[in-house]
C-alpha cells in the first residue's frame, strides 16, 4: 500500500516523501490506522521492519509544538537506539515543527538538561537516564498522553522492567499505550495486561525473522581456533562490512584489538565505552573507515546499518532469539546477506536448539583451508589488476612496465604485481581470553543486574513489590 492511500495529513506524507519513503511496510499499513484513532497498540516485529515510523506518525500527528510540556515518551532499552529513533522522529516532525530529544546514560546530565530546556513535545529515552530527570524534575510526565515501549522484550531481558512499571504508573491513566516487541514473554504480557486498555495486537513476521534472504552457515570450531578460523573467512569472504559479534566486553577489547593488528580495520563497541567513543565508532563503520564493528549483543542492538553484507558469531548466541536479532543486522532492505556462526564442539547440542527453534535453513560447513583463503586473496588481486587495466588507470607507467619486462619476465612482474595488491596480513599472535562454552539448553534467565549496571540505573530490586502493590488500582483503568 502506497502512503497516499492512508489518508495521512499533506505534511506527513510530505515528510514521508522527503526521506524517499512510497510503499507503506506491513507494519506502517496495520498498525497507523489504529494508532491514529488513540487506539493502545501490541506491535509484534522486529527492528528492520519499519515500526519508528508506524508509532512516530501518529505522535506527530497529535502532539502540539506550541505546548511547553512532553507530550509523548519513547522508551528504548539502548542509547544507541534512543538516538536512531529521535533522529528519525525529527526528520518525520519537521513539517510541522515537532522535535524530539534523545536522553540516555553515559551521557553528560548538563548537557542533556540544556536541551530539555528547549521544551521538546517528545522524549526519547532509555529508562534509567528518564528516571534520573524526573527525580531532578527536569522531565515532567503529568502531561504524558502517549507512551511507546519500543523493543519491550529486550527492556525485559536487560532488567529494566520493574523501571517501566514505575515510570507508567507515573504517567496519566488517560493515555494511549503502544508497545513493540519481537516476542511477548509471560512477564510482558502481564505489563501489557496491566498497563493497555483493550489493545489491538498486530503481528508482523518480518524478513528479519524469516531470514530467508541471509545464508546461514555453521562451523565446529575449537575456542582457541576461533582467532584464526575468523582470518580465514574475512580473507575469503572480503565483507564490504561486517558486524562481528562476541559475548563479552573482554571478548570484544580483545578481539578488536588482535584483528587490528592483523591488518584488518577493525573497532569495538561496547557498553563499557564513553558516549563519545561509542559515536565516533558508529560514525566511522557508517562511513566505511571501519568494515569490521565487534560488538556485544546489547551495544549492537538497534544499530540499523545499512549495507552490512556479513555477521560473524565469532561466539554462540544464548537462545535463538538473539540468533535472530544478531543475523538481521544484514540482509536488510531486500538485500541478501551471510552470517557464520561458530560453535565448540561442547557447543553443537546448544546449535541444534538454535537450528530447531528458528526453522533456518542453517549449513554446516568445514573451515576454509589456508590454501583456500590465500586462493581468494588471489583471485581478488587479480580482479583489482583487471579493473586498473579496463580504466586505464595504468597510463604513463609504460615505460617503467617496459624497463621491468626488460629485466624480468612477464610472469614474474605480474606475480609482484599481484603481490602488491594483496593486503599486507600479519599471523595472529595475541591469544584470546577463553569463554565458557555454552553447554545448557536451557533458555538462560534475564540478567536484571547486569543491564542496570551498563545503563548507569539506581531503581534497585526494593522497588519490585512496591511497583506490584501500587500497580493494582491500575489493572483496569477507564480508555
Known amino acids: 500500500m502506497k502512503f497516499e492511500e492512508l489518508d495521512l495529513p499533506p505534511y506527513l506524507l510530505k515528510s514521508v516523501q522527503s526521506m524517499g519513503f512510497t510503499e507503506a511496510t506491513s507494519i506502517q499499513e496495520k498498525i497507523l490506522p489504529v494508532a491514529r484513532k488513540g487506539r493502545d497498540v501490541i506491535g509484534q516485529a522486529q527492528t528492520g521492519t519499519g515500526k519508528t515510523a508506524a508509532f512516530a506518525l501518529p505522535i506527530i500527528e497529535k502532539v502540539d509544538p506550541e505546548d511547553p510540556n512532553v507530550q509523548a515518551l519513547i522508551l528504548t532499552p539502548t542509547r544507541e537506539l534512543a538516538v536512531q529513533v529521535s533522529e528519525e522522529v525529527n526528520r518525520l516532525g519537521r513539517t510541522k515543527n515537532v522535535k524530539s530529544v534523545a536522553v540516555y546514560g553515559g551521557a553528560d546530565m548538563g548537557r542533556q ?203 554462540l548466541p544464548q537462545d535463538a532469539e538473539s540468533y535472530v536479532h544478531r543475523i538481521g543486522r544484514t540482509g536488510r532492505a531486500g538485500h541478501s546477506g551471510k552470517s557464520y556462526t561458530f560453535a565448540a564442539p561442547v557447543e553443537m547440542d546448544h546449535m541444534a536448539m538454535i537450528e530447531k527453534a528458528t526453522k533456518g535453513s542453517i549449513k554446516h560447513i568445514d573451515v576454509p583451508s589456508e590454501h583456500e583463503a590465500d586462493i581468494a586473496r588471489q583471485e581478488r588481486a587479480a580482479h583489482q589488476l583487471k579493473n586498473i587495466i579496463e580504466k586505464e588507470e595504468h597510463t604513463g607507467l609504460e615505460p617503467m612496465a617496459e624497463k621491468l619486462l626488460e629485466e624480468h619476465d612477464q610472469v614474474t612482474v605480474v606475480a609482484a604485481a599481484l603481490s602488491m595488491l594483496q593486503k599486507d596480513k600479519k599471523e595472529p599472535v595475541k591469544k584470546l581470553t577463553g569463554e565458557r562454552p555454552i553447554v545448557s539448553k536451557q533458555k538462560r534467565k534475564p540478567a536484571g543486574k547486569q543491564g542496570r549496571v551498563q545503563q548507569g540505573r539506581g531503581a534497585g530490586g526494593r522497588q519490585k513489590n512496591q511497583s506490584r502493590n501500587r500497580g493494582k488500582s491500575h489493572r483496569r483503568r477507564s480508555g
Open 113 to 315: 538538561i540544556r536541551e530539555l530546556k528547549s521544551r521538546p513535545p517528545i522524549i526519547v529515552a532509555t529508562p534509567g537516564r528518564y528516571m534520573d530527570h524526573t527525580r531532578r524534575r527536569t522531565i515532567r510526565p503529568q502531561a504524558v498522553s502517549t507512551v511507546v515501549l519500543d523493543e519491550a522484550d529486550e527492556m525485559l531481558s536487560m532488567g529494566f522492567i520493574e523501571d517501566i512499571e514505575t515510570i507508567l504508573e507515573a504517567i496519566p491513566n488517560e493515555r494511549q499505550t503502544l508497545l513493540f516487541s519481537a516476542t511477548m514473554p509471560s512477564r510482558l504480557k502481564k505489563v501489557a495486561d496491566r498497563f493497555m486498555t483493550e489493545p489491538q495486537t498486530v503481528s508482523v513476521k518480518a524478513k528479519a525473522m524469516t531470514v530467508s534472504n541471509i545464508e546461514q552457515f555453521a562451523l565446529k570450531v575449537p575456542e582457541k581456533q576461533k582467532l584464526s578460523v575468523l582470518g580465514r573467512l574475512l580473507d575469503f569472504e572480503d565483507p564490504d562490512l561486517a558486524i562481528i559479534f562476541g559475548r563479552t566486553k573482554r571478548r570484544v577489547d580483545e578481539l578488536s584489538e588482535a584483528l587490528e593488528h592483523q591488518g584488518y580495520a577493525a573497532a569495538g563497541l561496547h557498553g563499557d565505552m564513553k558516549q563519545a567513543g561509542r559515536t565516533n565508532v558508529l560514525h566511522r563503520f557508517k562511513q566505511g573507515a571501519i568494515k569490521y564493528l565487534v560488538a556485544t549483543d546489547v551495544a549492537a542492538r538497534g544499530i540499523d546499518v545499512t549495507g552490512v553484507t556479513h555477521v560473524f558469531n565469532f561466539d
